[in-house]
């Protein structure tokens, strides 16, 4: 599914990622760990297309992302799921508005927009809230969204940055048990996070990177 | 309703002033193209009327009998460039004289039927026959002399009048043309301003819109919808009042100018004329609308 090779990525004189090779099979769950600054979001991005390698080669499921195309781009992303670290929740819009705009952007046919959008915010807990405002949730909460938005499209994929990282125990367990969930029916999970008692617990790959470098990848 | 209309009837409920500003000024180009319009019509039939409707006049020696007149009628009828051949009988020159001396029944009073002469009116094709066909006339043995009965403004001959009108009618059409040329271009821009406005605000959506798969199109959607809703909006509503108001004052202008259709007498005709106008306003909405936005939409991306 994801292919890592000698990958290189530097921010000016910073070297974000240094020399990452790694493996990841379709249908594997991985967590992604390090401490802050690693370059954990730093990969992620390298695979939704956010940011571009200095060196080294990313192929994702099948396709060498140096030879995506600008006008392409929307269609790669459209089958990968995330869940940002800032949540990136589209502010003017309402809890259920912004897990439809996901809809429609996949050209999902309206009428089953509704069903999708009940069934996504249960799972996820947001049903109370389905017609509040951004500015009127929490980071938790807002984080569920991000969840919500990523799980709506049914990705073959999903992303994960630091999707605990503003939650609770019980929420963060509840998020990553529906991970597992999710992994089970097909999906590759890649969820980035520093918490040990989340690693600890849900024993999954880990590729746990340092300072740009990878330490281990199982 | 379609995601990318719900979306932009939202950017307008938050930004009432903005919607206010486009409305008001689109509203006004097309109200003020739709006068123009009307008024280049106008002029045109005016001209055309004028145009074509040149009548000389051959008046008829006093004693001529209605064999010799209605011989020369027919030969007048059968001229390809003569039209509208009429006979006009000495009563009926009274008559016509009575009623234009109406508001002076004193001098109305003092004429007989005897001093009109009656007449042979017609029109030529075009002005260019005009010359050759009056000579022609006068040298007919029953006419004893020829003139033309329109002078306005105290021009001498109606080709005169005619060149008048059509330099009055031109200043008209460029005036107008470009007034509302001006107006165009504003409307233009104060569209151009909103929609860059819409994507410096959007910013933030945009990227987060591009980053779960949204094509150029579909980020650019409700912008075009909310633009092509201003101008359209503007188009039908502009339209709608000079429409109105040309309703109201079209009788008294259509008594004003008697016989010359300035404007078409009938209700379907009217409506038709109209019906055009909105038509050619509502594509030419559409035009600025899309214009405007994928310009908008251009600059913004250049300058990233
Ligand atoms: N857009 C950026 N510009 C400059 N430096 C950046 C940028 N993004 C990340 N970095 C740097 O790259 C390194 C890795 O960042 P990141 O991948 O976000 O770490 P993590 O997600 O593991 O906390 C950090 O040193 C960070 O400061
Ligand atoms: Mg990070």
Do not use: C
């Not at chain 2, 039927?113 to 075009?126: H, N, Q, R, T």
């Not at chain 2, 959506?205 to 798969?213: A, D, M, R, T, Y």
């Amino acid at each position: 599914m994801i292919n890592f090779k000698n990958v290189t990525k530097k921010f000016g004189s910073v070297s974000a990622l240094t020399d990452v090779s790694f493996e990841i099979k379709k249908g594997e769950f991985v967590f992604i760990t390090g401490p802050s600054g690693a370059g954990k979001s730093t990969i992620l991005k390298l695979i939704l297309g956010e940011l571009a390698p200095d060196g080294g080669t990313i192929i994702v499921d099948g396709l060498d992302i140096k030879n995506l195309k600008t006008k392409d781009v929307p269609y790669f992303r459209q089958k990968i799921g995330t869940v940002f670290q800032d949540f990136k929740v589209l502010p003017e819009r309402t809890v259920g508005e912004n897990v439809e705009v996901a809809l429609a952007v996949i050209g999902l046919p309206e009428n089953e927009w509704k069903e999708r959008i009940n069934h996504v915010l249960k799972l996820v807990g947001l049903t109370k809230q389905i017609n509040l405002f951004p500015s009127q949730l929490s980071g938790g909460e807002l984080q569920r969204v991000s969840l919500a938005r990523a799980l709506v499209v049914n990705p073959k994929l999903l992303l994960a940055d630091e999707p605990t990282g503003n939650l609770d125990w019980d929420t963060s367990e509840g998020v990553v048990k529906l991970f597992e969930k999710i992994n089970e029916e097909g999906k590759t999970v890649i969820m980035a996070t520093h918490n040990m008692d989340i690693i600890k617990k849900f024993k999954k790959r880990i590729i746990n990177i340092v300072n740009g470098k990878i330490v281990t990848k199982d | 309703m379609n995601i990318h209309f719900r979306t932009a009837v939202g950017y307008i409920k938050r930004s009432p002033f903005q919607a206010f500003a486009a409305t008001f000024v689109l509203t006004l180009t097309f109200f003020v193209a739709t006068l123009v319009a009307t008024l280049v019509y106008s002029s045109s039939k005016l001209i055309t009327y004028f145009e074509t409707r040149p009548q000389v006049i051959a008046f008829l020696k006093d004693d001529t009998g209605q064999t010799d007149i209605a011989d020369l009628q027919h030969k007048l009828e059968k001229d390809t460039r003569v039209k509208e051949v009429k006979y006009v009988s000495k009563e009926e020159a009274l008559s016509i004289y009575k009623n234009a001396t109406s508001d002076n029944p004193l001098l109305g009073e003092l004429v007989s039927p005897s001093i009109f002469p009656a007449s042979l009116e017609f029109s030529v094709k075009d002005l260019s026959f005009a010359q050759a066909v009056i000579d022609q006339v006068k040298g007919e043995k029953i006419v004893d002399s020829v003139g033309f009965t329109a002078a306005i403004g105290g021009e001498s001959s109606l080709k005169d009048v005619v060149t008048r009108l059509r330099t009055i009618t031109m200043y008209v059409r460029i005036g107008g043309i470009a007034f509302v040329g001006i107006l165009g271009a504003a409307s233009f821009v104060v569209l151009l301003i909103i929609i860059s406005m819409r994507m410096a605000v959007r910013r933030e959506e945009v990227e987060i819109l591009n980053l779960i798969g949204a094509t150029p199109a579909f980020i650019r959607s409700p912008i075009i919808v909310e633009a092509l809703f201003y101008s359209l909006f503007g188009a039908f509503l502009g339209w709608l009042i000079s429409f109105i108001a040309i309703l109201y004052s079209a009788p008294s202008a259509v008594t004003y100018f008697g016989e010359i259709p300035v404007l078409p007498r009938d209700t379907l005709g009217l409506f038709e004329l109209f019906g055009i106008f909105l038509a050619v306003e509502l594509v030419a909405g559409l035009v600025l609308a899309m214009t405007g936005s994928l310009f908008a939409i251009s600059r913004v991306k250049k300058s990233r």
